[in-house]
């Protein structure tokens, strides 16, 4: 939506907000509201800036009618409000909500918004910025610490930028008590929630595929790369995907297995590519797996592969976030749904189960 306003108009709107247009997208971030909902949800400080920011705009539009006027007749119909303040402080924000930038991939810094105001999260923080949520109050939708409620990195959303995907932390965070296993996640540093802003939305979708039974999951001797491609090759909106590339390694007793999607060629301007990537292993001797990770993988948009082929010789990514990983013993389904639950949407990684099984 934030085409319907061009560079100059978003400059003119943002001037005239001045520190506020920044206050207002940092607490939108804060208390997880996207631009649709800015005038919907009564959080206490997100009423507060949004509506010093409207009075601002409604003095602008007495001011300079003409050229308030001018900038609302060329949103959509569906950003045409009543209030035309309302309609251009939504159409504005659009444009910083929807920005996924590159620093996302940054790991986290002990003196950002949230571990200043939780330095007890410091010392639980991993090489790769992950925190260990064993025996906190980590929750599906946020982890609780304090009087906060921290929000999930924002690459553990669904596509990146909805809600956060709480069906993969939920089965994280189950099968690791089931199973006694250690849970890290990343955590949006950015973002800083208190606990009565706290809220969970609900999108029943499920992605559940077969666990993975064959009788070559212990076999050393069984490894390669299998690679699934869309028909369509990822063109298609439900289906944005152009394949998915399983690769089982082997060291010692210990198998390896690698899956990564491959995406369909960027768009015109695109600076950069995001893929999912999951990393597990297996002990064949206590058949079981001891480790999986999921992550998401960054490539320089002029340089991404446009075909299966130079898929093969991607690399490893110019920008690379581990997003959550548990370690211990667990059986196959475990991993088998942890891996569907990462690649939800993406109908390939039902059809490799599928076909595995």
């Given amino acids: 939506m934030s085409d319907d306003l061009n560079i100059s108009d978003m400059a003119a709107i943002g001037g005239r907000l001045g520190p506020l247009y920044d206050d207002l997208c940092q607490t939108m971030l804060d208390v997880d ?40 007749e060329l949103l959509m119909d569906v950003l045409q409000k009543p209030s035309v ?33 939780a330095p007890n999260l410091i010392p ?8 260990t949520v064993t025996d906190l109050d980590a929750r599906p939708w946020g982890l609780h ?18 809600n956060i995907h709480y069906e993969l932390i939920g089965t994280v965070l189950r099968l690791a008590k089931q199973h006694d296993l250690i849970a890290r996640f990343a955590l949006d540093d950015r973002r800083l929630r208190y606990k009565d802003e706290y809220e969970e939305w609900e999108e029943r979708d499920f992605w559940y ?31 944005p995907y152009a394949g998915l590339s399983v690769r089982w390694t082997a060291d010692g007793p210990l198998k390896g297995v690698e899956i990564e999607e491959f995406m369909p060629p960027p768009k015109p301007g695109a600076e950069w ?11 064949t001797e206590r058949k079981a797996f001891v480790h999986c990770d999921g992550a998401v993988k960054a490539f320089a948009a002029a340089q991404y592969p446009m075909s299966q082929q130079g898929f093969r010789t991607r690399g490893k990514g110019d920008r690379y976030r581990k997003l959550f990983r ?32």
């Fill in 33 to 72: 509201t996207a631009p649709l909902f800015l005038f919907s949800k009564g959080s206490p400080r997100l009423v507060e800036v949004r509506d010093k920011a409207v009075t601002v705009l409604d003095r602008w539009a007495v001011e300079e009618p003409n050229v308030v006027a001018s900038i609302y």
């Fill in 85 to 117: 303040s309302e309609s251009l402080l939504e159409a504005v924000t659009w444009a910083t909500h929807s920005k996924l930038s590159i620093d996302l991939f940054d790991n986290p810094s002990p003196d950002s918004r949230v571990f200043a105001a």
């Fill in 124 to 131: 639980l923080l991993d090489e790769s910025g992950l925190v």
């Fill in 145 to 162: 610490t304090g009087n906060y409620a921290f929000q999930y990195h924002q690459l553990l959303r669904r596509g990146f930028g909805s």
């Fill in 209 to 239: 595929g077969r666990s993975l039974v064959a009788e070559d999951l212990d076999n050393l001797s069984a490894v390669g790369e299998t690679f699934h491609g869309d028909p369509d090759g990822g063109t298609s909106w439900l289906h």
């Fill in 273 to 283: 590519v995001f893929a999912r990537y999951l990393h597990a292993i297996r002990d």
């Fill in 326 to 357: 548990i370690d211990g013993q667990f059986p196959t389904a475990v991993w088998s749904e942890l891996a569907c639950s990462w690649f939800r949407g993406n109908k390939l990684i039902l059809e490799y189960f599928e076909t595995a099984t």
